[in-house]
């Protein structure tokens, strides 16, 4: 499937979402949470310094961007690009990889990537309350 690869400064490729897979992203003291909570279940990762916190992106099968609703994210489908790193950029400048893409590939499931990033925001104000 066709991507546009532009070479930037720092060694990382534009690559169409869309594709090959979706991105979710997110701010990155929620992305690190839900990685750590996803354990094991993660796919690949991308950690990118584009604000003063960051986000990571967490790669989902194509066709998610379409039905994603989770608050305080931005899916990333058809009509968009990523930066992706080198495949062995493991630490900045620029985006490097949380967790490398392994031989099982780069997806994380959608469901299991909601629900982390859900204990990861914890619960709001209230919720623990309602009875």
């Known amino acids: 499937m066709p991507s546009t690869r532009l070479p930037s400064a720092a060694g990382a490729s534009l690559h169409d979402a869309g594709h090959d897979w979706d991105a979710i992203r997110v701010p990155r003291s929620v992305g690190l949470a839900a ?39 931005t899916a990333l489908g058809r009509g968009t690009a990523l930066m992706i790193p080198p495949s062995r950029r493991t630490e900045g400048p620029g985006p490097y990889w949380r967790v490398c893409p ?3 590939g780069w997806l994380t499931d959608p469901a299991a990537l909601a ?3 859900a204990d990861a925001f914890g619960p709001r104000i209230g919720e623990d309350q309602a009875g």
Do not use: H, K
Request: with cysteine; net charge negative; glycine share 12%.
């Open 102 to 104: 392994g031989e099982d």
């Open 115 to 117: 629900a982390a990033i």
């Open 35 to 73: 990685l750590a909570i996803l354990g094991p279940r993660c796919g690949a990762a991308v950690e990118a310094p584009l604000t003063s916190s960051g986000v990571v992106y967490y790669f989902v099968p194509a066709g998610t961007a379409d039905r994603w609703d989770v608050a305080n994210t």
